[in-house]
């Protein structure tokens, strides 16, 4: 039996240490991620960053608190430790199925708010000098993920890049940017206008379309690392409560000896 508690203490002192590590971790990246704004951030608008900054800041802090509670309570079996550590588990899970409802409930709103967003950054200000992060931040975007426009490449015919005339010496004849051409194809991918010359040269789903297919095709593993998650938490909580438990029948224990020897 002390064979059995000495293994779930070594279990959850090492699990407790790698949240531990991941608490300090987010809250180095959160504090980053304040300090040094994103390519990104211009397309989603600076709230977006700022929010998402201090929730990892957040969540890293309350990761570290839990992960040295669980260490030290792991070490020294203190029962107040183990209890308050049981607490603050059972309080993130049950913060992580109700953001897990409330993003399932309002998925369409995010992804409304996302589109307009990047809608907005492609149709109205790329390409304008004053908005030179918001074009270098389209054309990373597009780049990386290997798209072009928001629902496909011909989104870019009616952008003010393409429509407005002060921008057709920039513009040239093409039909979209550089940075929808695929890779590794030649400097004349975009050419043609108001018809491309060949659409096989460049990547022609849009962005938006490529970020929801790519979330529907990860779903079965998100899920899976959500439910593994939960499943780490349940475990230590159960351990928790066996070495509160043990901690208690120890404590007993010492109370019977200690009035028998009176």
Same mark, same amino acid.
């Given at each position: 039996m002390s064979c059995t508690f000495g293994c779930i203490k070594c279990l959850l002192f090492v699990v407790n240490f790698i949240v531990w590590l991941a608490g300090a971790g987010l809250l180095g990246i959160g504090a980053w991620?304040?300090?040094d704004q994103g390519k990104f951030d211009i397309l989603l608008g600076s709230e977006f960053s700022v929010y998402a900054a201090y929730i990892l800041i957040?969540?890293?802090i309350f990761l570290f608190i839990v992960?040295?509670?669980g260490c030290c309570g792991a070490i020294r079996e203190s029962k107040c430790l183990l209890g308050l550590y049981f607490t603050l588990v059972f309080f993130t899970l049950?913060?992580?199925?109700?953001a897990c409802a409330f993003a399932y409930i309002f998925r369409h709103t995010a992804q409304d708010i996302i589109k307009k967003k990047i809608d907005s950054a492609m149709v109205i200000k790329y390409g304008y000098p004053e908005y030179r992060l918001v074009t270098v931040a389209i054309d990373h975007l597009q780049t990386k993920m290997k798209c072009c426009g928001i629902s496909n490449y011909t989104d870019w015919i009616g952008s003010a890049y393409y429509t407005d005339p002060a921008m057709s010496l920039k513009r040239g004849n093409t039909t979209v940017p550089h940075s929808c051409c695929k890779k590794g194809v030649t400097a004349e991918c @975009?050419?043609?206008?108001?018809?491309i010359d060949d659409v096989s040269l +460049? @990547?022609?789903?849009?962005c938006y379309t490529t970020f929801v297919n790519w +979330?529907?095709?990860n779903l079965l593993l998100l899920g899976g690392v959500a439910l593994g998650v939960a499943l780490v938490q349940i475990l230590a909580m159960i351990f928790s409560c066996c070495l509160c438990r043990r901690t208690k029948d120890k404590e007993d224990s010492y109370d019977v000896t200690e009035a028998e020897r009176f």
């Open positions: 991620a304040r300090v957040g969540v890293g992960g040295f509670t049950s913060v992580e199925v109700a @975009n050419q043609g206008y108001p018809v +460049i @990547n022609v789903e849009g +979330i529907k095709n």
